[in-house]
């Protein structure tokens, strides 16, 4: 974009080129709409992007967020985008050592397969059964509530009519989702593998009163209806160089390197000013759609800013010479690892976690989970590495809120990452160091991020990869009709932090579209 063109007038200026706001784009666009993409950074995609971290090794690896389960297929049909996912035929896989001996929990593979996995683990069919009937009840929940993702916000009552199940609203909606996890799961492995889903990019307990964890597990067991979660073909990048394709070829114009700094409307029309290496300039709007989070649309208008959010992950990339051996030896590595591999994840070490973490301290065995893309979509490495066996893995760690790495940032990762690695180890036969690849300087294929780390390049609010706690998905005090509704008339939020936000799902740049198009008589 020339600085002739920067003064122009826009029906639409989008700031932030992630996922969200490319939705956001490619909708508007399509819908004749004339549309600027305002990007800070140097390239699209936002935290749904492939790079390749280590030097002079031919590895696409999703950076950030990796796997895709509540984008709608709506919205890939909508905006034609050439992008595929790719389903895990095993769930998980959770290893423990039980009287001296390595053993686990293989989800997956078909029912006969998991049914004997429970047995064998537990000692009767007892778990197996509870599962069932509990994971069927959040599936004809998420029936009920994805479709609504893409609508205007139902209210509170509205949504409790149509889920029609009250045991499912009073589970999911209303007690603590501990309550549940406890009353129909005996075993403590079971119990926290259940457990895991509420607490992804969240910091709870399974009590905690807010309800939080129970917002972060409703949104892991709804997506797509199904609330199964998918492998994306070629890396996540795959999903945000389509929908920057599909804007540009609607007209899109996208800008990047171009930092929007301040907003200023009267709710009618709207100016935005950014900063580029050309200098400073100003662009009118008829909309502005903000894909970034409620702390940075504050900043941008001049409100008072939202509570501070706060991040609690840890975020791992690896590249293997070849997966490392399992102590139980029942199980295939190429099975364990291409589901989710739960480690230190049993119920009582989640909670012990939670609290030593509350208490101010790294957790003494750090719960995470780790999954490899590369058995099930081998496309983001190179054809040699492939050729030799080589295999991607992906650690995301819970429990390690951003206020435990203020003190020293370096020196805590190193600490919580080498804490992390010892728990993994436990159940390999062999070191996972011994498995990793190095990189063309000779160093070990691993990068770890933390909050602030992820604060610090992304720009998310405390590390949150929420942006803020997660909302209920139905109208509350102020949330609009869409969710993504500000106060001001023609400005709108369109990231994660939105009602129905958080992710890699486009819905709230779909539905800061709608409200626009709403808004200009389409």
Excluded at 449 to 469: C, M, Q, V
Aim: net charge negative; proline share 5%.
């Amino acid at each position: 974009m020339t600085a002739h063109e920067a003064h122009r007038s826009y029906d639409a200026v989008v700031v932030g080129a992630g996922h969200n706001g490319l939705v956001a784009a490619a909708y508007l666009a399509r819908a004749g709409r004339s549309v600027l993409v305002l990007e800070r950074l140097d390239r699209t995609g936002g935290a749904a992007v492939s790079t390749r971290p280590f030097a002079g090794v031919d590895a696409r690896l999703s950076r950030y967020s990796y796997l895709v389960s509540l984008l709608p297929k709506k919205i890939v049909r909508d905006l034609g985008l050439d992008f595929r996912v790719r389903a895990r035929t095993i769930s998980s896989y959770t290893p423990v050592e039980r009287s001296g001996r390595a053993t686990g929990l293989l989800v997956g593979g078909g029912e006969k397969r998991t049914r004997e996995a429970f047995a064998r683990l537990t000692g009767s069919d007892r778990e197996y059964e509870a599962w069932q009937r509990f994971y069927g009840m959040t599936g004809r929940v998420a029936e009920r509530v994805f479709p609504t993702l893409t609508e205007p916000l139902p209210t509170r009552e509205e949504l409790r009519r149509r889920i029609d199940d009250e045991e499912a609203w009073r589970t999911l909606f209303e007690d603590p989702i501990g309550v549940a996890v406890e009353d129909r799961f005996a075993d403590d492995l079971v119990r926290g593998v259940v457990l895991t889903d509420a607490l992804i990019g969240t910091f709870a307990d399974a009590h905690d009163p807010s309800l939080a964890q129970n917002r972060c597990f409703l949104y892991h067991v709804i997506g797509g209806g199904t609330g199964a979660w998918d492998v994306p073909v070629g890396g996540m990048g795959a999903l945000t160089d389509a929908l920057a394709t599909a804007a540009r070829e609607a007209g899109a114009v996208i800008a990047t390197g171009h930092e929007a700094v301040r907003i200023d409307t009267d709710g009618r029309a709207a100016e935005v000013t950014y900063r580029s290496a050309d200098g400073e300039a100003v662009v009118a709007a008829r909309h502005v759609l903000v894909n970034a989070s409620p702390q940075a649309l504050a900043e941008l208008t001049g409100d008072a800013p939202p509570a501070p959010a706060e991040g609690a992950q840890l975020k791992v990339n690896m590249l293997l010479k070849r997966l490392p051996r399992l102590r139980d030896d029942s199980v295939d590595p190429r099975e364990a690892f291409s589901g989710t591999f739960h480690i230190a994840e049993g119920y009582e070490q989640l909670a012990t976690a939670h609290a030593q973490a509350a208490a101010g301290r790294l957790p003494t065995a750090p719960p995470s989970e780790i999954y490899c893309h590369s058995l099930t979509d081998p496309t983001i490495l190179g054809a040699d590495l492939v050729e030799q066996g080589y295999q991607t893995l992906t650690l995301f760690g819970l429990h390690t809120p951003a206020r435990l790495f203020e003190r020293d940032n370096d020196s805590v990762r190193e600490e919580l990452l080498k804490s992390t690695l010892a728990q993994l180890d436990a159940h390999l036969a062999e070191p996972l160091a011994d498995c990793l690849a190095v990189d063309a300087d000779g160093r070990p294929c691993i990068e770890a991020k933390t909050p602030l780390d992820l604060e610090r390049d992304l720009r998310l609010p405390g590390g949150n990869i929420f942006h803020r706690a997660l909302a209920w998905p139905h109208a509350q005090e102020d949330t609009g009709r869409w969710g993504v509704e500000t106060a001001h008339d023609n400005v709108l939020l369109c990231g994660a932090g939105a009602v129905r936000g958080g992710g890699v799902s486009g819905v709230p740049g779909h539905n800061a579209a709608m409200a626009t198009l709403e808004a200009t008589g389409e």
